[in-house]
């Protein structure tokens, strides 16, 4: 990182836990403690198969104080809610 004056080192992980984690050590672990730059440690994909479902938003209910941020959040909310839902 010094040497090519890098800002940010990007590290995967696997997020071992209990035994694994110490069977297998962590690349990730070493490059937090060492690291003379910032560190952004992205996790490995969840498989498919344990992948949450996204949920479907159908009714949302928006604060206002009839400010010009509120539409913004107005605006945002519709966006959010699915075809045929309520804002």
């Known amino acids: 990182a010094v040497e090519s004056q890098s800002d940010m080192i990007v590290v995967g992980t696997h997020q071992r ?3 694994a984690r110490l069977w297998s ?3 990730s672990r070493g490059v937090l403690s060492e690291a003379p730059v910032a560190v952004a440690v992205v996790p490995v994909p ?5 992948m949450r479902a996204i949920p479907r938003v159908r009714r949302v209910l928006v604060a206002t ?6 539409q913004r ?3 945002y909310a519709c966006g959010v809610v699915r075809s045929g839902g309520v804002v």
């Open 46 to 50: 969840v498989a498919a198969n344990r």
């Open 25 to 27: 050590g962590s690349v």
């Open 65 to 70: 104080d009839l400010s010009r941020h509120s």
């Open 17 to 19: 836990h209990g035994l």
């Open 73 to 75: 959040v107005i605006a």
